[in-house]
């Protein structure tokens, strides 16, 4: 995975100069941050930030890939979260986001974890970049056992790495430091089913809703193409497919797709449509997964509405067949 690019925004409490002192980076730098004006003025990994990407992934209002740095996945999960919890919904972290995200959740967000065999056995793939190439592949597996771990815990691989100088993630039994997600809900917290799903096309956001109207969840996403421009109006969840193929229709005409012929993809986290699809009643569109997490909310989607595969994973256990979703323009 690629760092996140860096947005200046300007925003006091957020971003500011960019020669700011750059700050430890360890477990307990992170679990004990605080709050402080001048959070998020360094270009290097900021422990708040990375403490507040965790804490909203666990809320499921996903900034995305977690990586410790500003960008505008974050702002509109900030903005989300500020809104649902009857907060001034700007998108900026200040001393009330703050204490409230931190009410939603006692567990350190970062904890140590010991690489187990089934992280590293494999089998690991090296993924051409053409469609016609992948589709010779038996699956579309991870590429490294880095990949892997980065995903599992859903972090940046530059995060990973930095947390962990000098270690190697290829071994089971190597103890690692890694992104509290799977901390333990309470009660109030357990997934509901949705009501209705929003796509929010401008601002590369999709919403889960209540039966009250309100919002239990938001995930950033790449919606539409110029190629494959995505719907509009209302339709509804046909299916939910874990790792689905993925078949390539020559009507499509993707650019760098010369063939003249469908073709079949076999399953697999690094399968064009990720880990899951999720089938609207509209001819092939759906709602799945991605190879490269960190450009959801910002690259275009091949006409679908694209998250990271572990933001899909947990909507698909939020919808059924007839969950309405509504595209708004």
Not at 69 to 82: D, I, M, Q, T, V
Not at 86 to 106: F, I, R, Y
Not at 199 to 220: C, F, M
Not at 231 to 257: C, E, I, L, Q, W
Request: proline share 6%; with cysteine.
């Amino acid at each position: 995975m690629k760092r996140v690019a860096y947005v200046v925004l300007g925003v006091v409490g957020l971003l500011g100069s960019a020669h700011a002192a750059p700050q430890t980076l360890n477990l307990e730098s992170v679990n004990k941050a605080e709050w402080k004006a001048e959070s998020g003025r360094s270009k290097e990994i900021d422990p708040a930030l990375l403490k507040v990407q965790v804490l909203l992934d666990r809320a499921r209002f996903s900034p995305g890939v977690i990586d410790g740095h500003h960008g505008e996945n974050l702002r509109n999960a900030l903005k989300a979260f500020e809104a649902a919890h009857d907060l001034k919904a700007d998108g900026n972290l200040d001393q009330e986001s703050w204490a409230k995200l931190n009410e939603t959740s006692s567990d350190p967000a970062l904890i140590e974890y010991t690489i187990k065999d089934e992280d590293v056995k494999g089998p690991f793939v090296s993924i051409p970049e053409k469609l016609e190439d992948q589709a010779k592949l038996d699956h579309l597996g991870y590429s490294s056992a880095e990949e892997l771990l980065a995903e599992k815990f859903h972090m940046d691989g530059d995060l990973l790495k930095a947390l962990n100088p000098g270690k190697s993630f290829d071994k089971a039994g190597t103890s690692i430091i890694v992104a509290n997600v799977e901390a333990k809900p309470s009660d109030s917290e357990k997934v509901k089913k949705a009501a209705k799903i929003e796509v929010v096309k401008n601002e590369h956001i999709l919403r889960v809703l209540d039966k009250d109207g309100s919002v239990v969840a938001t995930y950033p996403a790449s919606i539409g193409s110029e190629e494959k421009p995505a719907p509009s109006g209302s339709v509804k969840v046909r299916t939910v497919a874990p790792n689905p193929n993925y078949t390539y229709n020559p009507d499509y005409a993707f650019k760098g797709v010369k063939t003249k012929e469908k073709f079949e993809i076999k399953p697999g986290p690094n399968n064009p449509v990720g880990s899951t699809w999720i089938d609207l009643s509209v001819e092939s569109y759906g709602i799945h997964g991605t190879t490269e997490p960190e450009k959801v909310g910002k690259a275009y989607s091949h006409g679908c509405v694209r998250l990271t595969n572990w933001d899909v994973e947990a909507l698909s256990k939020m919808v059924e067949k007839g969950t309405p979703v509504d595209f708004i323009d």
